[in-house]
């Protein structure tokens, strides 16, 4: 049986912190790439299809770590609606994570662009053809954004409670690895 860890692992913070980045930069990107016409927005797209593929491949390793290795356990006296809160929101994002990219990676392949990574190299499309569910799918990543904003806000605002209200070693476990 293993035991709860006290604080997340090296890899599990690396993971959290890199992400943290990427996807903040990548909502970023993505307002910035359906509010332009201008020529920033091809380049925009080339930083957003990339960006989008590492990120589920980060996510995808994230959940594996989170699965092997668990969280730390939240102080014994946060109420148990706080805690289903913080389970759920955490699956939420992990789902999130995973769905964001997948769904464009669709609805790229639905409007039957190519999702370029590197120079030449293509991933294959996902999806056939079909503007119907091209604009299906695009209606639907933005919804998942704003939700993934929301989550994120939510997320940011806990850590935020527990870091300098509370001041219960939530907060440190992820950002230094101690409680």
């Known amino acids: 049986m293993t035991q709860t860890p006290r604080h997340f692992s090296a890899l599990a913070r690396l993971l959290h912190w890199t992400m943290a980045v990427l996807i903040l930069a990548m909502l970023f990107i993505g307002v910035a790439m359906v509010a332009t016409v201008s020529h920033a927005h091809s380049t925009l797209i080339a930083l957003h299809r990339p960006l989008g593929v ?76 079909n503007v119907d569910l091209f604009a299906l799918l695009r209606a639907l990543h933005t919804w998942l954004a704003f939700a993934l904003f929301a989550t994120i806000l939510a997320h940011i605002a806990a850590a935020l409670f527990h870091g300098l209200i509370r001041r219960d070693g939530v907060f440190s476990s992820m950002a230094r690895g101690e409680r």
């Open 54 to 129: 590492a990120l589920l491949a980060l996510a995808v390793i994230r959940v594996g770590v989170r699965l092997k290795n668990g969280s730390p356990a939240l102080p014994e006296d946060i109420p148990a609606l706080q805690r289903f809160a913080a389970m759920a929101s955490h699956w939420m994002l992990y789902g999130l994570f995973i769905a964001m990219p997948l769904i464009g990676w669709a609805m790229v392949s639905a409007g039957g662009y190519p999702v370029t990574l590197f120079g030449a190299w293509h991933l294959p499309a996902i999806v056939p053809q």
